[in-house]
């Protein structure tokens, strides 16, 4: 008997110990948000030389020594946790898509990945970033026109939205509504309009009937804080009751600080019918002015500004990385990962149909298993230290036997 016959138990009892710390790691993370549990596995240590079948027949078997047990983690990167609601505006959770990451950046060039989306901003020399709980840039697709058009190339998300929006110029309207066709001599439709430096005012259509002419209207136009002239001053109805002439109606105004615009109204859907001036439906292209409401993701994964107004404001979209091969993404902290060169190709995955704002993914540790797999691994560890044991009273027996 030698020292090698120690090995196997010391082994074993080796790489039990470390399992015991994998399953307390996963149980302490049990409510880290996006971590991914982690287990360590077992491999047979094999000898480099044949066993001898006799020491005179000169014959060896092909089989090597078993030397005792090694060990090796695996981090269970595409189990994924449940979804969580939070209310938090720029928490962001991944679901229904395991091989998709939030990228991020260190600053200094360095990008990992995560599935931990609980965000928040940080305000570095006066610019706001959107930063992970360790201080990193999450990284997006900035908006170019404050619209949905994007970048191609991904950089920091930077939380950058006026508090004020301007208000947008009427150019188009519509108006769908009834001219009484008896017993009324007058009626008049309101728009309410926008301009450059005017932040509403009621553009007043009025319908007078032409005397003597069956189905026709001189229409005139009043505005406040300004004067409107339109290029027609007749309309008129076919006689079941449809727009004959004109369709559209350009309505040229001169504001009373000198400035000017133009309003096409779309009339072709007036009627002329019974006595009721009824107004169906009015709708312009120009938006008053705006003061920031709030700041938050939507299911498309964009980030926006809502405005008073009813306006938004593209911010930026945030970036998804996907893997050929994301089982073999390097674990930097089991909720941090980094690719390698066994990652294969990276490419970017859309995010619409698998963002979930305001919630978070929660950790893939199942308590339940991790319990049966500390019985077990306690259990192995308890008869590798048994084993070790045994050989070591064999041993002292061996010695006491020669002295």
């Known amino acids: 008997m030698t020292i090698a016959s120690f090995i196997p138990s010391v082994t074993g009892m080796s ?45 060896h078997s092909s089989r090597t020594a078993i030397d005792g047990v090694g060990y090796y983690d695996r981090t269970n990167v595409s189990i994924e946790g449940t979804v969580q609601s939070t209310g938090n505006v720029f928490d962001l959770a991944i679901n229904g898509n395991s091989n998709a990451f939030f990228s991020l ?133 076919n006689t079941d009751g449809t727009i004959k002439t004109p369709e559209n109606i350009d309505v040229g105004i001169t504001w009373d600080d000198g400035s000017t615009s133009n309003v096409s109204i779309d009339i072709s859907k007036m009627t002329q019918y019974g006595e009721s001036s009824q107004i169906t439906n009015i709708q312009q292209n120009g938006f008053p002015s705006g003061n920031l409401v709030s700041i938050g993701f939507e299911k498309d994964g964009v980030l926006r500004a809502y405005y008073s107004n009813d306006s938004e404001v593209s911010i930026a979209k ?44 929660s950790s893939s540790v199942n308590l339940e298993e991790e319990f049966s797999r500390m019985i077990i691994v306690q259990r192995a560890y308890s008869l590798n230290a048994q084993s070790f044991t045994v050989n070591n009273e064999m041993l002292s027996v061996l010695v006491d036997l020669k002295s």
Not at 38 to 58: C, M, P
Not at 326 to 345: C, D, M
């Open 15 to 59: 790489a039990m110990s470390h399992a015991q710390q994998t399953v307390a790691e996963n149980i302490a993370n049990m409510n880290t948000t996006g971590y991914k549990q982690n287990e360590t596995l077992f491999y047979s240590l094999l000898g480099s030389s044949g066993l001898n079948a006799g020491a005179q027949s000169g014959l």
């Open 105 to 237: 950046n260190d600053g200094y060039g360095n990008i990992y990945y995560t599935r931990a989306g609980d965000f928040t901003k940080l305000a570095q020399n006066d610019v706001t970033y959107l930063v992970s709980q360790s201080g990193l840039y999450v990284q997006g697709f900035a908006s170019l026109n404050g619209e949905d058009q994007f970048a191609t190339t991904p950089s920091d998300i930077i939380i950058d939205a006026p508090q004020t929006i301007p208000q947008k110029e009427t150019t188009q309207a519509s108006i769908i509504a009834n001219v009484p066709a008896k017993d009324v001599d007058s009626s008049v439709y309101s728009v309410r309009i926008y301009s450059q430096n005017y932040d509403g005012a009621n553009l007043n259509m009025v319908f007078n009937k032409i005397e003597g002419q069956e189905n026709s209207w001189n229409v005139s136009f009043e505005l406040e804080d300004g004067t409107a002239v339109g290029n027609t001053t007749e309309v008129i109805f």
């Open 318 to 361: 945030i970036a998804l990385t996907s893997f050929a091969a994301p089982e073999n993404l390097t674990p930097i902290n089991n909720t941090l990962f980094e690719a390698n060169g066994e990652t294969g190709e990276t490419y970017f995955t859309e995010a619409d149909g698998v963002i979930i704002p305001e919630s978070l993914e």
